[in-house]
């Protein structure tokens, strides 16, 4: 569904993004034995060859260091003989990963309607480069009404300069017949700062600039540069139930009132293997928006998503 102004979820945005630091931190380490089990708890001291870890359930466990894969994502290093357990996080390896959405509607009778949304991402990292692509095309139809269209390609690349530190670059190009944009193009540059990445939580943010040019349906066009402001939060809640969010905000530097936000939150529960079901909300704001537009667009999807 598609709604005008929605100024609950801008406050529910704003205040994710604001706790978003001391809320992942509400949650216990997870530490992931080589045989796949989880436990959830936090670490006490290590000896030569075994972790003393604090279970939530367990109480304390001595745990042999060979049957540790991971902590929050991250091995464990063997080797060191202090009181500490010692968390070694390697350099970026070679690795792929992405997936697949897909949400369909259709209803006939007193209301004939048909919509489509289908979207993938994949990224994929070698040495201290991490690529990653977006493709995304929505199909939305009412009562035998042309259908109004929307498509996004994008690319980008984070070169990490620095353990946490990265520096992006990126392309990206579309269309929007819902919001009269014939077809945009923009480039931009940002620094970003991945804050944490483990398999249980993942929190980035970046700043830079953004060139941006738009073409209207009424023949008009619109080219700035703008500030950027983006973030990528994750959270595994319970039961590998993931909780996600992003969100862009871009501002132009020649009018400060010529702003636009996205943002998507929701959440994937899995289903079989790795096939999850994917509740998503995504709006977007423009207050200066194409002739005969709306400034706010809502849309509330559930879907199947497929991950590798």
Same mark, same amino acid.
């Given at each position: ?47 030569? $060859? #075994? ?10 466990? @001595? ?8 902590? +929050? ?7 060191? *003989? ?10 970026? *390896? ?15 009778? +007193? ?5 489509? $949304? ?15 692509? +977006?493709?995304?095309?929505?199909? #939305? @139809? ?43 193009? *923009? ?9 944490? $990445?483990?398999?249980?939580?993942? =929190? ?23 500030? @950027? ?17 992003? #969100?862009?905000?871009?501002?132009? =530097?020649?009018?400060?009132?010529? @702003? ?6 929701? =959440? ?5 293997? +790795? ?18 537009? $709306? ?14």
């Amino acid at each position: 569904m598609r709604n005008g102004s929605c100024p609950l979820f801008l406050l529910g945005m704003i205040g994710l993004t604001a706790i978003a630091l001391p809320y992942s931190q509400l949650f216990a380490d997870e530490l992931v034995l080589t045989n796949g089990d989880r436990i959830q708890g936090q670490s006490v001291a290590q000896t030569d $060859d #075994h972790l003393i870890w604090r279970s939530d359930s367990f109480g304390e466990l @001595s745990i042999a260091l060979e049957a540790v894969a991971s902590i +929050n994502g991250v091995a464990l290093s063997s080797a060191a *003989s202090t009181s500490e357990p010692s968390l070694v996080l390697s350099s970026f *390896s070679n690795s792929y990963k992405g997936g697949l959405s897909v949400t369909g509607a259709y209803a006939s009778g +007193n209301e004939e309607r048909e919509d489509w $949304d289908i979207e993938s991402a994949v990224e994929w990292r070698t040495g201290d480069y991490r690529h990653n692509t +977006n493709i995304n095309y929505e199909s #939305h @139809s009412l009562n035998g009404s042309p259908s109004n269209e929307e498509y996004h390609l994008g690319y980008g690349v984070d070169f990490f300069f620095r353990e946490k530190w990265f520096w992006k670059n990126g392309a990206a190009r579309g269309a929007n017949e819902n919001r009269a944009i014939d077809q945009y193009y *923009s480039i931009g540059s940002a620094i970003g700062r991945q804050l944490w $990445d483990t398999e249980s939580s993942a =929190l980035s943010a970046e700043s830079g600039l953004t060139w941006i040019s738009e073409e209207f349906d009424n023949q008009s066009a619109d080219n700035r540069l703008t500030w @950027s402001w983006s973030a990528d939060y994750r959270q595994i809640l319970i039961r590998s139930l993931e909780l996600f969010h992003t #969100h862009r905000l871009l501002v132009s =530097l020649s009018d400060a009132k010529d @702003s636009e936000i996205r943002a998507d939150i929701g =959440l994937k529960a899995p289903l079989v293997d +790795n096939l999850f079901t994917e509740l998503k909300f995504e709006w977007i704001y423009d207050n200066q928006p194409a002739l005969g537009t $709306d400034p706010s667009d809502s849309q509330l999807t559930i879907g199947v998503n497929y991950s590798w």
